[in-house]
Each structure stands twice: as C-alpha cells, then as structure tokens.
C-alpha cells in the first residue's frame, strides 16, 4: 500500500494519560496535515508541515498537543493529559506542494490532499 | 478564517435520480474546492474539486459548479446507484497555504 498510512488504527486510553500517533505520508509528498473529526461532523483542521517546518496551528490545537515531523517524512501528534472531549478520529492527510516555501504555490493536479485511514481515539 | 455551510445535511433519492448538494464559503480569497465522499467507517477521498478559474467541471456522472461572486459551489450526481451511498463533505482552501476547511457534509442515501 503506498498510500498515507496511520498508527495505531483505534486507541482506548483513560483520560489524564499521554497518547501518541503516527502518520506516514506518501512518499514523494512534502506537506502533511493532520485533522480532527467527531462523529456527523466534517474534518476539522488541526495543523500543517510543509517539510520539516510546522507552518500553521489551528486554535483548535490547545497546549496539550503537539506535533512534529522532525525529518520531513513522518510525523506524529502528541496529546497530553487526555480528556474525554479528546475522543474523535484523528486524520493525517498529504499532499504534494513546491519546495519554494509556504507562500508558493503548488501545481494545481498536485494539490490533492489524500487521507489516512484515521486513528480512532476514545478516552474513558 | 474560511467559514463553510453545507446544505443538506441528509438527502434521500431513489436510485436513479439526481442529487445536488450545495456549499457556500465566506472567504473571497478562496480559490479550490475539493469534494469528498467517505463512506462508513472509512477515510475521505476526493471524487472531484474545481478551481476559481472555472465555473463547471463534470466527471462521468459527477458535476461540480462553482459562482466565485455568490460564493456558492454545488455537487451534482446523476443516475444514482446504490453505492453512491456516503456522506459528501465540500471544502475550500487558497493558494499559498492549503488549511482546507470543510462543511459539515451530506449524508447521502440511495435507495434501490
């Protein structure tokens, strides 16, 4: 499968306990993204990477997460102290875009963004 | 920020039939608008998007529209099957950064 891949698939964890995620983009794309989807609603964005460097934050995106790709391939996202309000899906997605910064525009058929499958996280 | 209103939230249609789902976006800057269709339990994939540039694009049975002056785009699917089944989430984001900013999607049933 070479599409974006995610780790785990479902995680149950009890509120106040650290989890964290793994997405692994297609390859050749330099720009991942990860979103946050509760059920009946659409995905909600959380942050984005183009390479190595995070280059927005959604406000959505409290102190207790974070997230990192520190070589530009793979990235994780880290919620801290998890409360219940935290169970959702969580969804990497990737694209490929220019390597000229953020302000540069990718070519219009490489913008696609393609999704993970999601991680599923419930905290009790 | 972008602002995204989905409309509507359910449609039934009897195979067959057309369905249109219709979007509209707050933020002029705004300029791609990619539909997804994610079916239970699975990721969204991207079925089709138009640019600013044009005002219809049409794949097979699918056709989107977009009125850059009304902020308005539309999905419209015709001879639907069964297994167009799925919920459809419209979404628009802009040149020089790609936040997407989604509706709140369209659960769309077919019946046989």
């Known amino acids: 499968d070479t599409g974006v891949s995610q780790d785990p698939r479902h995680k149950i964890t009890k509120r106040g306990q650290n989890v964290t995620f793994r997405c692994d983009p297609i390859s050749e794309h330099n720009r991942l993204y990860w979103y946050r989807q509760t059920l009946g609603q659409g995905p909600e964005f959380l942050t984005y990477?183009?390479?190595?460097?995070?280059?927005?934050k959604s406000r959505l995106l409290s102190d207790r997460f974070s997230a990192e790709r520190p070589k530009g391939s793979f990235s994780t996202l880290e919620i801290q102290r998890t409360e219940q309000g935290d169970s959702a899906m969580y969804l990497c997605a990737s694209s490929l875009g220019t390597s000229g910064g953020a302000l540069s525009p990718p070519s219009w058929p490489k913008r696609d963004q393609y999704f993970g499958p999601g991680t599923r996280l419930l905290v009790l | 920020g972008e602002n995204v209103e989905q409309h509507p939230s359910t449609l039934s249609v009897q195979e067959g039939d057309s369905a249109v789902i219709k979007c509209t976006y707050s933020?002029?800057?705004?300029?791609?608008f990619p539909w997804y269709k994610q079916e239970l339990g699975k990721r969204p994939q991207l079925i089709i998007d138009i640019r600013s540039n044009v005002g219809e694009k049409k794949d097979q049975r699918i056709a989107v529209t977009l009125n850059k002056t009304a902020k308005h785009f539309s999905l419209h699917i015709t001879e639907t099957q069964p297994e167009d089944s799925a919920v459809y989430f419209c979404?628009?984001?802009?040149?020089?950064?790609?936040?997407?900013?989604f509706g709140t999607g369209t659960k769309l049933q077919v019946i046989p």
């Open positions: 933020d002029s800057a705004s300029n791609y």
């Open positions: 990477f183009q390479n190595e460097a995070q280059l927005e």
């Open positions: 979404a628009a984001t802009s040149w020089g950064y790609q936040k997407v900013t």
